[in-house]
Each structure stands twice: as structure tokens, then as C-alpha cells.
């Protein structure tokens, strides 16, 4: 069943104004925290309820406020990340279509529980209209006293900027986004130190999905439990909004409880299987994920389900293909897309995505031999031993496909050809 | 102190040492591209892979990036481990050329190693290479970047270790691309240690190229002459000539780098022109008639007119071998001098800073590294000392502030607070700006001593006490002008500087004159005034390696050896010796002996050019005395002569340190610099790291370095003479008129012209006792045609 909480107030044609949203109850929970609340107050809500950061890494909230010391340096910093570059991935753009406003309270709230002045959105630049949504409702709240200087009267001062990234997948990973926001180049930082406690020019820095920052005004006004109830099971918590895409029906965003069985999100909501397509596999949570094949069509999707599955549930971008889809072809398309968005820093990614993604291209031609499923093997297992998760990621369609679709990769190397032959061969290197 | 297992071995290192160098420790080499203990661990090449068996880290990580800590047992040898690294080395070799047996690089290249020793031999991937443009990089670095195997190395030096922007990295995945935006010259002084950082062939030495293989060349431990820090350096040599000069590993000096003075400045030695042969009054003669003639004539006059006759001069350019022999050459003959010191000023501040500088109190260029405040007073490093100027942006790198009281406009690679004054005022600006130190625990001075004189050195001496008495460790780093300033300053007993032997000549007291390794038309002021008074000497003698306008109008010429075929030892400006080794046998290059044919056709039993003899053994010989036989025993005939050399008994890796061992005299008043008159401007000659220097002005590479010519202004005194940046103006002072283009700085001093030494300007001004003033109405602006 479709449960609605921050999409709660999607309309088809426009976004929620600052007055429908007051309406609907938006900035009670900001108002009465930062007149009543302790920053403390906050953080440990979101710790009891479980919110587990939505872009992709699964780390707990609370968890990550309250590394933000108490004695840490000011000023502190709170990042919201709308970068949303995860191949099949299109919530955040929703959500800030939908109530942009959600995500200013949340932005607020967070801020207040580490006490930062200074927030920024980075945003993807394809996302250009959401940008100026952003900054004109954050100019109308800026008006409303809802931003600037003494908010509430409660003497905290918060604002927000929004920043357009460059434009490239790896300027989404939490520390290569500080980099890039310092004006550097994207390249990933390894903790430690973690990013709240020498982050943004090496001051406290909480970084946030778009999606995890929206939740924080209804946890903090309904509560922890309330929160974890509207998840299937007791190992979950929260909904969680699923980018379908790929060969279903109605391709969209539905927010639905976590832990929400495959086969209810596509047959209940996205309408089923397009055409007379056979489910063949899926990417859980988007391009870094691996696939899971037709035997886990009933598969709970939340974050712990799928990790004690063996798999990631990431941005819970469910990319559907059925059986007339070649799974080697997808991956090589993949392949090429992460070998094309490497921040070039380290050898793994920089060359072994590239040499990866030659060895399986040839065997979508016609022109892979035996030994390169070994090589691909032992080369996929090495990404984890790149410098950040980005290569690992790539490696996992990799990984699966070899585990679950070996079959269909022997095929063409004996064959000697694509044996779905949807296309023609696919072109040399990607760079 | 954290103790850990590698390879089933114990080691015990101090905390916050990484895995890697702890094995370093051991013995055990783990292979690295982007871990360079310069420039620390990034984790970017993953090669350095190695498995955590048992400890608080697990399974295999990269060695560069964790901390030793209690309990941990690593393997480096462990199969995933060693797959592993196999695996990055193909990686790397995906894209990079397959032409090591004629590669400019070839055995000389870190990846060649490693890709052989981590057994990856045969390409598996059937993909092509990837390919890219080149770029210049101006006449010392040349660039290759298809060989780049992207370890950041040489952005990592280039931008955050040497403070430049003007390379760096382009590109993501595939494509990074490591140059500059546009081709060009590399903009910083330090760019030749790419070169060396490097572990590939993407930086390869231009001048150098296709001279030899690095087995083909005789390698010699060398250390730098061309300023005063002495930095260590590795000499390539083959077929008897410097093919090479790389940065060699100095704990106390240069750590592991050196400038491009440094790097491609002997060419000098090689040179066409270079004297190799004596010349008697025009005629060439061997070396040894040379020597003979001279020797002979010299006692002629001295037995007619007295051992005060004849005046011998030497420089702070010549080996401490050299100096003394000067030294004992008076001594046994009576003649006058020696005469180290170019000019009195001069002379007369290093000798302040040679008495100030204690074993206490001298800081070495590592502890400049260290420091937490800094205040350069009168030294402008990058011209003067340029690596002194890479150890103050490590300090400011981890925090020191640094403070400079100078009137020229600096250029530094690193942030600054610039207290812009005349020399007049750098007394009092010195006193006020020592209040900044107050705050600090590691401050250092650094004090000039070409364009200050004794006064601030000594005032600079007596903060650092005063620091030190007040519970600081507090150090004193004074630059000194030549590599053996401090070494001539022990030596000098005599205090008279050129100016004074001219006036002797002038008298007619002084009647012979040899003058040894010294240039004097490049470092005596009045020009006209040297010419008139050399002229009335009977004889004039050159000892010298550098065909030197003095060497070419003597009357007896005697070439002599340079430091590379000579070796020596070479006082750094904190008065450390340090042992140079000869780095090849004297004679006629190879290239120059074949006549033409190279590799030659003909051979003989004697090498060409070979009697040429080292200065100090020309010294000996010219008072009729053999010289010690070898350098061991010259060494020892050093050490029992003067008692200020005994130390030199001592000599270790890093030198030893020899110091005057003199307490600071105070001067009961302090000299306050003649101020400058209204309606003038001050005429401030100053040295350059590129052309001003006399052996690296000989370096064509350098020289395309130098620019034009130039005069700087302050911006007050521009606009006030209704001048502008890139005019061309005519200075006219004395009976001298020179044509310079402009160049406005801000800030600088007001009221100061500033010249650098450039290798175009035929007057080549040095530091004078009195200061340079010019009226403002000789300073003519000339309309462009």
C-alpha cells in the first residue's frame, strides 16, 4: 500500500507554496523545536527513530549529528547533497518539485541539532529549475523570517545557499562534494577525519540526501515510533520513495513502506511488467548495485532485507529488465558510464573500470574468450580495493552478473555473439 | 612506540609512522608511485598493497595510508596482496609505452622496476593506448605524457609543496592530463625536481637528453656551489663531462630537492671558451709553463721591490682547499692579502654573520622547516638561496607566519606580511616587527647580507639572543653571497676587501697581482677605476677555470680545475663543510678531444688537457713549494695549519660544523645607513637566481630564463614621475647611462630603483660600501618608436 509521507502533497502540475504547506502544518515542528528544544532533542529522535541516510551510504542520521562535538569549531556547516547523479535515480528532483519547502524546514531542523549557521544545497545543474525553485522559496522563507537571523526568536540564525555542481557523478560522494564545493577537484577525501568533525574547509560538516533531510520535520513531529511503524517490519524503519524505471508499465517515484516486497512495487504500483516482458532482473539501488535476478522476485526491499541478502538497497532506484534484455550489453553500458565519471584518482578505477569495460564489451561483439570471466572476476573483487566506494560500486553489476548470469555471459562468448541482438556492436573505448 | 610484525619481523617505530616506512625500516622495499616521504601518502597509486594478518587492521590495505600500531602482523609477500599489485602494474601498463629499450628513461625508471620485479610481463589487453598531446615546458623539463601513470607526484610538488599554480591536473577518468593550461614556460625556479620526482619518464631533463644511459654515467655524490646553502646534489658524468645534476638526500640541508641554479648550472665547466690551456702574454703554453712563468716572475719582483709588492686576491667561490692554500701562500711569502671579500659591505656583513652564528644558535634549513614564525630581514631567498625559500613554505605550510622587512619586491611562493623600507629604516622596522615573534616557540631570523650591512646582522643576532634568553628555541639562518662565504670569513684575517689592494696598486705599493677564481670586472663597482689601475701593474696573474674578461687581458693565465674535476670541501652558510667528491678526471671532454669524430677514431696514452692543476695546488707551486700529493693529505695539512679546520677531522654524512667560535662584538654606536637625500632615488643592484651568478650565467638554459632586463619601481614613485609598467627608461648616474624597461611593483620601497644582476646588462652592478642615489631628473622615460 502506497503510504504518503513527503509526497504526501504532490500535485500533478505545480509545487506546494509556502502558505499550502503553514496549511498542511509545516514549520510547527521547526517552530516549536527551536523555541522549546534542545539541539540534543533532535538528534536523539532521529537516533530512536532509525532514519538511515536515503542516498545511498545507509548511515544513521542521528548517529552522524552527534559526532559533531559538542566543543567542535564554529561555524559548522550542514550540506544538503541534490546531486542525484545515481544512474535511474529521480526522487530528489520529485521532492523538491513537490514541497521544497519540506526540505528547508528539514535543512532547518538539522541545522539547529548541530547548531550550524550555514547551509548549503548542491545541486546537479541539470536540475537548473529546481535550483531557482529552491532559491526563491528560500528567499520567500528568508522573508517570512522562516531563514536569516533570529529565527523564531529563538536566536538561532540559519541560511541556505544553493550551489550547481560541475556536473559530474563522483562531485555526489560526501567528501568529493566538499572538495568540489572548496573549489577543488572532486576527488574523494578517506576519513578519518569524518567530514563532521573537519569537513567544509575543515570545519564540522553534516552532509544529507535531499530525501533523509525531508523526513526530519515529521520525525521530530510525530516521533521515533511513529516512524518506525510505517515500515513493513521491526528491522526497518520510515518509507522510502523507489525510483522505478525500465521495463514496467508506469515507471515513477512511489513512496512505500521500507521493506516492501519486489514484486508488490512492481506489479501494485508500477503497473505490472511492460508488454508481454518476463521479469528477468533488477538493480535495487541504482547502477552501483548489483542485479538481482528472477529468484528474488519476492525479495523484501529495505535496507537491512537486502544487505542480509547479499545486496545494497542504495538509492532504491529499481531499474527493471526483462527477458529480451541482454545483460551483458547493460553492463557494458554501465561500464562505460563509470569508467567515463572516474575522478581519475586512483589506479583501480581509473584503469581497471576502463580494462573492465574493454573485456566485456568484446564479449557483448562476439569477441570475448574464456579466460576473460576469471580476469573479470578477480578484477571486479579488486575494485574494493580502490580509495573510495565509487569503484566497488561499478564492480557490483559485474560481480552479479557473473554470479547469476554466467550462463548468458559463456553464451556469448561460444556463440561468438550477442544472442539477444537488439543492436549492432557496441563501440570501441569510452574515453 | 608501536611495535608490529612485518614478514616475521619485529620493528619498533615512533607513533604516526606509516606501515610503509616502517618497513623501510626493515629493509623491506614495498613498492610505491605516489608515496614519496617528501610529500607524504595520498593512497592514490594503490601499489604499496600489502595484508594485515593479524592486529586492528584486517586484510589487505594499502601500507602508505595506516599508522603502525601495537599488534599488527603484516605480510607483504601474502598472495591476495601480491595479486593485487600485479594487478595495479598491469593497470598501469595498459596505457603506457611499450619502449623501454629506447626510452630516454630507460633504467632509470621506477616503473621499469617495479613492473619487472612484480612479475607482470606479458600484456593481456588487446585494447590500444591511449595517447596525448605534449607540451613545452620551456628549456629544462621536457614532457612526455604518454608515459604518465597519474600519481600526482609532480602536481603534489609542483602546487602544494612548492607553492607554484601554474601546472597541474586537467581531466577526470582516463583522460587527467598533467600540464599546464597553455604551453609555456614553467613559472617556478624549482620545476627541474619533477624531473627526479617523477618515477616514469613524463619529466625528463631537456638539456640532457640522449646524452648517456644512467649506467653509462659516472654518478658522484656532489654538493651544490652556485649560492650559499650547499645543497647536496648526484653529478652524472661521461666521456669527462657533467652531463646531469639531480638533487641528492640531505637530512640537514636540502631534504631532497634543488633548485634549477642548482640543477643546470655547470655547464660552465664545459663550456667552449673555458680556459684549458696557460697563456703567457697572449701565447698559449701548457698549464704547467704557465704556473712556472708566473712563479719565476713573481719572485723576480719580490726579490726587487719586496714581498709587498705582490697582492693576491682569491673569492668565496674557490674550495676551502683553495682558500687556504691562499691563506698559507702569504703567510710563507710575505705578499699581501689574500683578499677574499668582493667589497667592503659586503665582506663586512657576512663576517658579522660568521661571528654571530654558534652552534646554539644557527639553524639548519630542516629547522626552518619546523619554525613557527619567521622573520627575513634583508634576504630575498628565491634570488639568493633559492631552496631556503622551499623551507619557508614548509613551516608556513603547517602554520608559521613570515614577516619580511625588504625593500625590493618579493616574489615567494607562499603568504607573507612585506614591511616594504629603505635600508635606512630597517633598523627600526626590525625592532618594531620583532614584537610579532613574541607569541611564538620556534622563531627564526633570516637575515641577508648582500644588500644589508654589519649593523642589521648584528641586530638580527641580538634578537635571536633575546628570544633565546626569554625561553624560545630561537635560531639565526643568515644567506651569505657564494658557496664559500663562510668559509672565507674563517680564514680571512685580513678584513680588506678589492677596494683597498686598488688603492695599493694605485700607489705603486703593489706591483704584481694574482688573482684566483675571481672575476674582478664582475664584482668591483667602478669599472674605469679597475681598468686604470691594472694597467700600471708589471704583472697580472689569473687562476681560473672561467675565461673571464680578467683572465683574458693577463698577462699570465693559468687555467685551473673545477669542482667537479677537482672536488673540495665548502662551507654552507651555517658553516657546515661538506666534502665534495671529484666527479670526473680533468682533461679535455671526450667530445672536444676526437676532433671532430665523437665517439673519437684516435686515441693516445695521455688524456689532453690533463695538466691542468687545482687552484690550490697552483697557490703552492706559485711560491716554489709542492703541494700535498693527494686530497686526503691535503685534508690533513689543512686541518694541522689552521686550528679554525681541526673540526674537519670529523666529518660525517652531513657534513661537520665549523664555527669562528668569536662572541659578537656589539659596536658601540650603531652605523645608521646614510638616508636618502629628497628628490632622489636610491639605486639598488640586486642578485637573481637566473644570469646574475658568475658560473650559472654561463648556462644557456638559464639564460633563456633570465627575461629582459628590467628596473622596479614602487607605484607612489612611478606615478609621481609619470611613469608606467613596461616603459622604457634611461637611468643616468656618474658616467654611466643604462636603458631598462620598467616594471611597477607594489609593494616595494618607495624611493628604491631595484636591478637585478642580468646577464644583458654590460654593467653588471654589485653591492658598494656607499649606496647609489639618482636625481629624479636623470631618470628620462624614452618614447617608444
Known sequence: METRVLLKNRKPDRILDLDEYRASGGYTAAEEMLQTGRPADVQEVLEAAGLLGRGGAAFPMGVKLSTVAEDAPFPRYLVCNADEMEPGTFKDRVLIHTSPHLLIEGMLLAAFS???????????????????????????????????????SSGFNFDIVVHRSGGRYICGEGTALLNALEGKRP??????????????????????????????????????????????????????????????????????????????IIETHAGGMAGDGRFKACLPGGASTGYMPESMYHQEMGYKGLSDAGFRLGTAAVMVFDHSACLVGATVNLLAFFARESCGWCTPCREGLPYMHDLLRRIENGQGRAEFVPMLREMAGQMGLAYCAFAPGAAAPVESLITY????????????RCPFETRGPIAGATK | MPKLIIDNREIEVPEGTKVIKAAEKLGIYIPRFCFHHALGAVGACRVCAVKFQEGPVDGVQMSCMIDAQDGMKVSTADPEAADFRRSVIEWLMLNHPHDCPVCDEGGHCLLQDLTVAGGHGIRRSKGRKRTYTDQYLGPLVYHEMNRCIQCYRCVRFYREYSGYSDLGVTGIAGRVYFGRLREGILESPFAGNLIDICPTGVYTDRPSRYTGRRWDFERTPGVCIHCSLGCRTTVSARYRQVVRVEGRFSQQVNRDFICDRGRYGFYYADRPGRPRNGRINGQTVSAQQAVEEARDRLQRITQEHG??????????????????????????TGWQGPVFRNTWIAGAAADAAVRALSPENAFSMREIETADAILAVGADPVNEAPMLALAMRQAQRTGAEIIAIDPRPLDWPFDFAHLACRAEEMEETLASAAERLSASRRPVVICGTEITDDGIVMQAADLVAGLRGSDKRAGLFCTMPQANSFGAALLDESNACAADLADRIETGQIRALAVFESDLWHVFPDRSRLSTALEKLDLLVSVDFLDTPLFENADIGIPSLTVFEAGGIYVNQEGRAQQVRPAHTGGLPIAAAGLGDHPPRSFSPDVPGRDMPAAWAAAFSLSGQAPPETDAQMTAWMRDNFAVLADLAHMEADGVRLFAGRKVSIPDEAQIPEKKPDQFLELLPAPTIFGGEPMSGHSQCLRELAGLPAVWMARADADRLGIADDDRVSLGFENIEVTLNVRISDPMAQGVLVVYRHPDIDWQPAPDGKRIFISEDQIRRIEKA
Open chain 1, 405 to 416: 548470469f554466467e550462463d548468458e555471459l559463456r553464451e556469448h562468448i561460444e556463440t561468438r
Open chain 1, 114 to 152: 548541530v547548531r550550524a549557521e550555514h547551509g548549503i544545497i548542491f545541486i546537479r545543474p541539470e536540475y537548473e529549475n529546481a535550483a531557482r525553485i529552491l532559491e526563491r522559496e528560500a528567499a520567500l522563507a528568508r522573508e517570512h523570517g522562516l531563514l536569516g537571523k533570529n529565527i523564531f
Open chain 2, 307 to 332: 714581498p709587498e709588492a705582490v697582492g693576491i686576491i682569491g673569492s668565496a667561490r674557490s674550495s676551502l682547499q683553495t682558500l687556504s692554500a691562499l691563506v698559507h701562500l702569504c703567510h710563507t
Open chain 1, 187 to 264: 576527488n574523494p577525501r578517506k576519513p578519518p577525519p569524518y567530514p563532521t568533525v573537519r569537513g567544509l574547509w575543515q570545519l564540522p560538516t553534516v552532509v544529507q540526501n535531499v530525501e533523509t533531510l525531508c523526513f526530519v520535520p515529521h520525525v521530530v513531529q510525530n516521533g521515533a515510533e511513529w516512524f518506525r511503524n510505517l515500515a513493513t517490519g521491526p528491522d526497518e524503519a520510515g518509507t522510502k520513495i523507489f525510483s522505478v524505471s525500465g521495463r514496467v508499465r508506469r515507471p515513477g517515484c512511489y513512496e512505500l513502506p521500507m521493506g516492501t516486497a519486489l514484486s508488490e
